[in-house]
């Protein structure tokens, strides 16, 4: 540390430059919309983009040629993308004036959520999804993304009883 006569500059840091943007994750549980909500508010509040990301995966059976899987992949993503513009229309509205990057993907929710979270400013989850273990106060979803994220996450919660009271 420099004495209070020496003139001393900070050290030059360069930090990567991202252009405002809130990745969030749906996936139509009542938890994925809260989620949407916050990161909305978020996106506005500091003129960021708003990125809403929405995963899906097939698991097909062990006999691929019983039928052609293409079908069920194609009828998947179409119902992904419907998840999303009711997310949308239920949690934003119809004339929502953010700007809105929307990705739709195949392949599990966390580790596309990671990838999504590079360059963003703020990764928004909820706590809990559609998985089978409601007991957990914490998906594991929102686990991997808290620990392995690229920028800071926020995990929204929904409100107890007490709190509504």
């Known amino acids: 540390m420099p004495d209070a006569k020496t003139k001393w500059d900070p050290p030059k840091i360069r930090a990567?430059?991202?252009?405002g943007r809130v990745v969030v994750g749906v996936?139509?549980?009542?938890?994925?919309?809260?989620?949407l909500r916050y990161?909305?508010?978020?996106?506005?509040?500091?003129?960021?983009?708003?990125?809403i990301v929405h995963t899906w995966h097939v698991n097909y059976p062990v006999a691929p040629y019983v039928m052609d899987?293409?079908?069920?992949?194609?009828?998947?993503k179409d119902v992904a993308g419907q998840v999303v513009r009711d997310?949308?229309?239920?949690?934003?509205?119809?004339d929502c004036p953010l700007d809105i990057r929307r990705s739709i993907e195949e392949g599990p929710a966390a580790r596309t959520l990671i990838?999504?979270?590079?360059?963003?400013?703020?990764?928004?989850?909820?706590?809990?999804g559609l998985g089978g273990f409601s007991s957990l106060a914490l998906g594991s979803v929102g686990q991997a993304?808290?620990?392995h994220?690229?920028?800071p996450v926020l995990i929204v919660r929904p409100r107890t009883r007490e709190e509504d009271a």
């Open 115 to 128: 990838k999504a979270s590079e360059g963003a400013d703020l990764l928004v989850v909820g706590s809990r």
């Open 149 to 151: 994220a690229h920028c």
């Open 16 to 19: 990567p430059h991202t252009r």
């Open 87 to 94: 997310a949308e229309k239920d949690v934003l509205g119809d």
């Open 69 to 76: 899987f293409s079908q069920i992949g194609d009828a998947a």
């Open 27 to 35: 996936d139509g549980s009542e938890g994925g919309h809260m989620a």
């Open 145 to 147: 993304c808290v620990h």
């Open 39 to 51: 990161a909305a508010a978020v996106a506005d509040w500091q003129g960021w983009t708003l990125h």
